[in-house]
């Protein structure tokens, strides 16, 4: 069993920042790619950010610059600092994980259950 808990949206003005987390728990081997992603109310998911085990990051062009993706390997978690939020930025954040949970296994993804963020004034 493999869970990832996202923790740390909520309501901020414009302008304003949030740091979210995503932790992975259960039988796991090694975790490769990790990212955030967001939908918004009648839009299709996107891509937010992903990072490679080595510390590779990718960001959308949307938040380049405003959002910074980490993670600590040793605790299986992966964060999201978002600086100068913009209403635009309001979606729900869901957490994607790659990950092994047997050596002889392959990669699959998991997913967070979401945290919503909302920016507001």
């Known amino acids: 069993q493999v869970q990832l808990v996202e923790s740390g949206g909520g309501l901020v003005q414009p302008g304003g920042s949030l740091r979210l987390s995503c932790a992975a728990s259960?039988?796991?081997?090694?975790?490769?790619?990790m990212g955030w992603y967001r939908q918004a109310p009648g839009k299709q998911r996107e891509l937010v950010a992903t990072?490679?085990?080595?510390?590779?990051?990718n960001y959308a062009d949307s938040v380049k610059g405003r959002f910074t993706i980490s993670r600590d390997n040793a605790k299986k978690t992966v964060y999201l600092q978002m600086n100068s939020l913009k209403p635009e930025d309001t979606a729900v954040y869901y957490c994607?994980?790659?990950?092994?949970?047997?050596?002889?296994?392959?990669?699959?993804?998991?997913w967070g259950q979401g945290t919503q963020v909302t920016v507001s004034s």
């Open positions: 990072i490679t085990s080595g510390g590779t990051t």
């Open positions: 259960g039988s796991i081997f090694n975790i490769n790619v």
């Open positions: 994607k994980a790659e990950i092994k949970r047997w050596w002889y296994d392959s990669y699959y993804p998991y």
